[in-house]
Structure formats: C-alpha cells, structure tokens
C-alpha cells in the first residue's frame, strides 16, 4: 500500500489533501486515479485507509475509510540526548534511531562538542533533521515521526530529562556498572520513558558525568572497546529494543 505522510492540517472531517512532492509523486510517478487506496498518516500516531476522491491541478483529494491501528510503535519511549558530533554523523544516528523506535531527539551541545552552529545554522540543520526523521518513520512504516529539537544546552538538557522515569548516561570510563545488569532492573511493565544520554566523539567530562551521578543518572558502560558515538547510540537503542520485548513479532 502506498502510504503518505500529511500535516494534520490537510485532514479536514474525512477529507485528505495531499500536495507538493507526495502529490507530484502519486499523480505523475504512481499514476493514481480516483478510486485508488491509499494509506496516510499525520506523524502524531494516527494512520487511515482513504480512497482517492479526486485528482485537482495541485492536489489530490482522499477520502478516509478506516483508521488504522498502528502497531509500529514502541510502548517504551526513548528519548536521545545525543551529544552533538561532527559532520554528518547526526544524520546517521537521527535515521537508524527513528527506524530503532527511538521517541524523540534532542541534540546536546555538551563541554567537548566541537561543532559551532550560529541561530541560522541551526534552524537550518533542524529542517534537515526534521526531514531525515520524516523520511525513515515512512520508510520504516511508522505513523509516528519523531521530533529532533533545535540542539540543546547540556544544563538544559539535564531539566528536560528530569521528568523521565529513568535515566541512562553511557560513559566508556564506568568500569563497575554495565547495561545488561543496569537493564535487568528496569521493569517493563512499570517504565515507559527512558531518557538516553550519548556524548559527542570527544566524551562527556568528568564535571558533566558527576552532575547527573548526582541527579541520580545510571551511569553505564559498554565494555572494554570505546565505540564512536553514533555505534554507542545505534547499538543501545537496539538493545534496549530488544530488551524491553520491542523486537519481538
Ligand atoms: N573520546 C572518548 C570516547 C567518546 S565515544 C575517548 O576516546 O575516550 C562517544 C560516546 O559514546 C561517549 O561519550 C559515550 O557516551 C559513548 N561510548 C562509547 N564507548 C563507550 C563504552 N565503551 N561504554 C560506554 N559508553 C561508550
């Protein structure tokens, strides 16, 4: 089934409108005609079979049949503060975090990133991450697209985190508590949000680990190697996937 993503203010009582590229691309690529099904979803969680109604010079009309219950959602929301790293690394990690299932992300201006974003750099870097998250919930068949937020200070991130129900900071230099043993701990049934802290390619500071020990973080490590950033990210959120039963069939 073809499946397209619109902004929730194109669906108007059972009327879809689809414009732009999706609609150059149903019209003049898929070729479809009135009478066609469709899916579409909004990126809030919300998916509907819907029929081409009609096809206009810029737009195509659809009408919603059915919602459909989305079954592509992880139960656990994970958030990503994800220590900003150089060059296209973000990209990486925002598409194979949003196929992962992660919630949403908050880029982290941390003591050792080494990236300098004026205002217009990071709105512009913003959109991009925006429409790299986009694009892997559709490929991914998610019908929820996660939000990446303008980059975030580090203390702003710490108030961000508070509210969740846990807390996991990974740190290459933890040499007494691992992710296995920190995850076996965690009850399913009882966490639904994890907030998940990855430093950029220099690490986090001693000062920056100390504060969230402090606030109570679990601070883990992943064994003897030292991954780059975006393996640390990729690799957890999968484990944690897998370990809060997201992977199964
Ligand atoms: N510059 C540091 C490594 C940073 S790796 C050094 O060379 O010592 C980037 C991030 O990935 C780290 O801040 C940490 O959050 C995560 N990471 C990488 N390897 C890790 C490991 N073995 N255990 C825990 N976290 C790790």
Redesign the pocket.
Known sequence: MHRFLVSPDNIQGNKITIEGDDFKHLHQVLRLKPGDRINVFDGSGTEYEANIFSIEKSSAIAEIKATVKSETEPEVRVTLFQ?L?KGEKMDLIIQKGVELGVHRIFPVITN?TVVKLNKKDSIKKTERWQRISREAAKQCRRTYVPEVTEPVTFDEALIKANTFSRAL??????EKKC?KETLKCYNINKIKDIAL????????TSQEVENCKNLGYNI??????????E???ISVLSIIMYEMGELNL
Request: net charge positive; charged share 25%; glycine share 20%.
């Open positions: 220590g790293p050792r900071f990974l740190y290459e230099n933890e992710l802290f990855v430093g950029p390619e220099g690490g986090f883990v490590g992943l064994g003897k190697r030292i991954l780059r950033a393996t640390a990210s």
